[in-house]
């Protein structure tokens, strides 16, 4: 009973090139999924080197356009305040800068930390929770609306 037969061994042998050849078709079609991830441009590349920093000073003043720019000369980003007419005004800082990211993520900066704005920024961003403001009407810990901040961001893209 111990003895394997030409039948078991040949079986095996079956089984064993069968697996490899599973193994091998999940490595390709990884590989090709890589590929075509970081080619799609949501790679991992937050755009960095296409959008200016901007710090406490240059947010009061003039911000210069982001290289590539959308179509019109407009900028990636924009310095909103809690009197720029956006309402109801979301946050608990008086003010900071809204940008569009590269796959229309939408980020907010209030003071050093950037913080996601739509779902698309949260996978890379910080949840806005620390900012964002609660809804004193609706209570229960719910949030102010942020559909007018999340419109103005998309627009930037």
Known sequence: MDELTSRDVREREKRRK????????????LLFGLIWYSASGDGGDDGAASYPMVSSTSARGYVAPAQG???????????????????PWPFTVESGVLRCRPGQQVTFEAGSREYGVNGLAQARYPK?????ADDLALGNGLKVDISAVLNVGLALC
């Open 18 to 29: 069968d697996n490899a050849k599973t193994g091998l078709g999940c490595g390709v079609l």
């Open 128 to 132: 806005p929770f620390p900012v964002w």
């Open 69 to 87: 720019a959308p179509a019109g000369g407009g900028s990636h980003e924009r310095f909103i305040t809690r009197t720029s007419g956006l309402t």
